[in-house]
């Protein structure tokens, strides 16, 4: 149970990280700010692992900012933020029912 505990704390982590960044792209992309997007952009990718969920959802999002234009790309931010911020909620949700578990068990 203290394996899926720090694994939880560790998902929910990378999401609040993700979150950050997410909604600093989002504030650069609805500004029309394009310095600094791609530095932004790859930092973005590399804080999370190759195969972890939120990054295939945002290398997909920036694959299709990059062929439709800045326009698209803050709706395309938004919408990652969003679903980043509900698998938040849900890995948080996760968590407090495991240490309710855990409590009852003690």
Do not use: C
Request: hydrophobic share 35%; charged share 35%.
């Amino acid at each position: 149970m203290d394996q899926r505990r720090e694994q939880l704390v560790k998902e929910i982590r990378t999401a609040q990280r993700v979150l950050e960044l997410l909604a600093g792209l989002e504030r650069r992309l609805n500004e029309r700010n394009r310095s600094e997007l791609e530095e932004h952009l790859e930092r973005l990718a590399a804080s999370l692992p190759e195969a972890h969920t939120v990054r295939l959802l945002v290398e997909s999002d920036v694959r299709s900012t990059r062929a439709r234009g800045a326009g698209y790309a803050g709706s395309a931010a938004s919408r990652s933020r969003s679903k980043t911020e509900g698998r938040l909620s849900l890995l948080r949700g996760s968590l407090s029912r495991l240490e309710a578990f855990a409590g009852m068990d003690a």
